[in-house]
């Protein structure tokens, strides 16, 4: 549940960015579903893992996709380092996962 709340979070993001400050509906209407599914999914989550351990991982996988998602749609540039800092953000994510 928290990696499809995680994913989730990404989506909201992109479709904020694209929503132009809700001036245009659809990406509108897609940040508010997924933003509240990805909230609900994140308060799921928390009945059974620790607050922060949740929240990190919830944040890591979102801020990783987006980025990911980003450069692969040319919204963003892409360099070497910047893959190999996301690398680390999901090699931190999945540490932090594993230990609960």
Not at 28 to 54: E, I, K, N
Not at 69 to 79: N, Q, R, V
């Amino acid at each position: 549940m928290l990696v499809l709340s995680g994913v989730l979070e990404s989506v909201w993001a992109v479709a904020l960015g694209r929503s132009e400050g809700f001036t245009r509906l659809g990406p509108s209407l897609t940040f508010l579903v997924a933003c509240a599914a990805s909230m609900a999914g994140l308060a799921y989550a928390m009945r059974t893992l620790p607050t922060g351990t949740s929240y990190a991982v919830w944040v890591g996988i979102g801020a990783a996709l987006t980025v990911t998602w980003s450069m692969a749609t040319g919204d963003e540039a892409g360099s070497a380092l910047k893959v190999l800092l996301v690398l680390g953000i999901v090699g931190c994510v999945v540490g932090l996962k594993l230990l609960h």
